[in-house]
């Protein structure tokens, strides 16, 4: 079992940046594939990036390339998504989710474990 937790999220003005975090406890977080989800309300969840258990593999959806970054601390038990040149459609609420698993994965079905989410706000 994992549990997860995400904290960061907050207000930001359109072309700013900013880091969310998501801090892991269970036994058997390094095995855990990570990802970040973020949803707005009256639409579907919808993947933003992924990293493979040992950090060695990323995936990104296209809006995230080259503005987002995940990574992770295994001794620290955290993911974190580095987020940069913010639009005010980034603004959602984003999740942190986890499975066990040697690869990425990016469909919300994938995923065993799921935060509570850390509201992002880009104000334009």
């Known amino acids: 079992q994992v549990q997860l937790v995400e904290s960061g999220g907050g207000l930001v003005q359109a072309g700013g940046s900013l880091r969310v975090s998501c801090v892991a406890s269970g036994r058997t977080f390094s095995r855990t594939a990570m990802g970040w989800f973020r949803q707005v309300p009256g639409k579907e969840r919808e993947f933003v990036a992924a990293?493979?258990?040992?950090?060695?593999?990323?995936y990104y959806a296209d809006f995230a390339k080259g503005r987002f970054t995940i990574s992770r601390d295994k001794a620290k038990r955290t993911v974190f998504l580095q987020m940069n040149s913010l639009k005010a459609e980034d603004t959602a609420l984003y999740y942190c989710?986890?499975?066990?698993?040697?690869?990425?994965?990016?469909?919300?079905?994938?995923?065993?474990?799921w935060g509570q989410g850390t509201q992002v706000t880009v104000s334009s």
């Open positions: 990293i493979s258990w040992n950090g060695g593999t990323t």
């Open positions: 989710a986890g499975r066990q698993g040697d690869y990425y994965y990016i469909e919300t079905d994938d995923y065993t474990y």
